[in-house]
């Protein structure tokens, strides 16, 4: 399975499908992107993301993992900045 490869001790990811994988089964997630904390969980069969603990919220229209990669953070989708991503926790 993808997630027996991430590195415990590592706070980056090794590829995009460990991330989308950790999304799809429902996990929450905190992570950083350029300084900036951002949550990514299950509400309600759904997914939303929050940024900063609240500051700012969005409720996605289904529980698909491609809409949560598809989000554009700072004029880039999630998908195209993984290596970006620092994992808070998980």
């Not at 990514?40 to 996605?60: A, E, V, Y």
């Not at 949560?68 to 993984?82: A, E, F, P």
Request: net charge negative; proline share 3%; glycine share 6%.
């Amino acid at each position: 399975m993808i997630l027996d490869h991430i590195d415990p001790y590592s706070d980056k990811l090794q590829s995009l499908q460990q991330l989308r994988v950790t999304i799809e089964i429902g996990m929450d997630i905190q992570i950083k992107i350029h300084d900036t904390e951002w949550y990514i969980g299950p509400l309600q069969g759904k997914r939303l993301i929050s940024k900063n603990n609240g500051d700012f919220m969005h409720m996605f229209e289904t529980d698909n993992p491609d809409e949560v990669l598809n989000y554009v953070i700072d004029g880039q989708r999630i998908r195209d900045q993984w290596r970006d991503v620092v994992i808070v926790s998980m």
